[in-house]
Structure formats: C-alpha cells, structure tokens
C-alpha cells in the first residue's frame, strides 16, 4: 500500500471483504451519506449488469468502490492527486471535486488491491464518463446516477429510467443530454463529458 493511504486506513482492520472494508473505512471518516450511497449505488450497478448482460461482481465491486476517495475533503484533492501524480486537467484544478473519480481508482488498487480494468477503468470515469465507455462504464455511471447522494428524486429519472428499457446506451445518453440542456447548473464541463456525449449521440444515429 501507498504511504499515503496509511493514515486514513490505520485505524481500519481490512478484512479482504470489499463491501465491509469499505463501509468501515467510509464510516470510520464520518461519510455516513457517501457510505450508504455506495452500498445502492453497488446493489443498483448488479440488476443493470444482470439486465445487460455485464458481469455482475465486476459491477458491484465497482460500485462499492466508486466514491471511496470521499473520505477526502475536497480541499485536499489537488495535493493529493499532485502527491500521486495523477494528471488534473484544467477543469478538475477548477472544480477539484471531480478529481474524486480518479482519486478512488488509485485507492481501489492500492487499498482494497484491485487489479481487474475494467473495474478499475469504471471506477475513474463514473461522474463524466469518457468516449468509447465499456457496458460496465455505463453501467456504474448510470447506477450512481439513479441512486444519487442527494435528497428526493433525481429530476432526470423517469426519462433515464424509461430509455434503459430500450438500451443502456440511450439511457446513458438521455442522462448527458439532460445535463448539457441544463449546463448552467454545472460548475464546468468536463472534456471526458462531452467526448462521452458526442461519441453516444454518434452510436445512436
């Protein structure tokens, strides 16, 4: 493990169980919200595997995993991704927040010993997505869109819940359109976004 990381897992017992171990860490650092959040987010990400035909222990993993770098503030996420020399694009030094994805790939291997891509790939675009994404990037996308960390429904729902009946791509792609018609809510926009817009509109013609 990173000596990074040995600070925020030292006073954690890991037991090799991934859902357990990473409940802990997230609720040992007081993400009570974070740590629920991932626990549907997981549940959510294995019925869209089963529906798509995506592996679904590769899907729960993911998801477990997603936001486990949320035991950071994200005041420290720029250091620590300069720290692990992670690449920060120009919007992420802006929003540092969105470094979080990235943050929680590394912390997957290096923590919880990951070493399967396609989780790991998931794992690093599941907020902006990226052009050419997997089944199993979608799948984690779209699961922590549906259970959101927020209060209520998400207003995007029924339309994203609707066109998964059709395909995963078009539900993935009605969820990017309704956050490009509604661009001025976004802090920035992300080039993995757009790359992941622009390459689904193209798959779907």
């Known amino acids: 493990m990173n000596d ?3 600070k925020i897992t030292r006073d954690v017992t890991l037991t ?3 859902r357990k171990d990473s409940y802990n860490l997230l609720m040992k ?3 009570i919200i974070i740590a629920n959040h991932s626990l549907r987010v997981a549940e959510k990400a294995k019925l869209l595997a089963k529906q798509f035909g995506v592996n679904e ?3 729960e993993v993911a998801g477990l995993l997603h936001d486990i770098s949320g035991v950071y503030p994200n005041e420290e996420k720029l250091e620590l991704c300069k720290k692990l020399n992670i690449e920060i694009l120009l919007e992420e030094e802006r929003f540092p927040m969105i470094l979080h ?3 929680s790939r590394v912390m997957a291997t290096e923590i919880f010993n990951i070493s399967n891509e396609e ?3 998931a794992i690093s675009c599941h907020t902006t997505l990226r052009s050419n994404a997997s089944p199993l990037d979608m799948v984690l996308f779209i699961a922590d869109k549906i259970e959101w960390d927020q209060k209520g429904l998400p207003p995007y729902i029924d339309e994203v819940e609707k066109a998964l009946n ?3 791509e078009l539900s993935t792609f009605k ?3 309704y956050q490009m018609d509604n661009k001025e809510n976004l802090k920035i926009i992300h080039p993995w976004l757009l790359e992941a817009y622009l390459d689904l509109e193209k798959r779907l013609i």
């Open 16 to 18: 090799g169980d991934i």
């Open 29 to 31: 650092h007081n993400k």
């Open 4 to 6: 990074i990381f040995k």
């Open 175 to 177: 969820f990017i359109k």
């Open 101 to 103: 994805q990235k943050i």
């Open 119 to 121: 989780i790991l790939e």
């Open 166 to 168: 059709t395909s995963l």
């Open 57 to 59: 222990n590769l899907a």
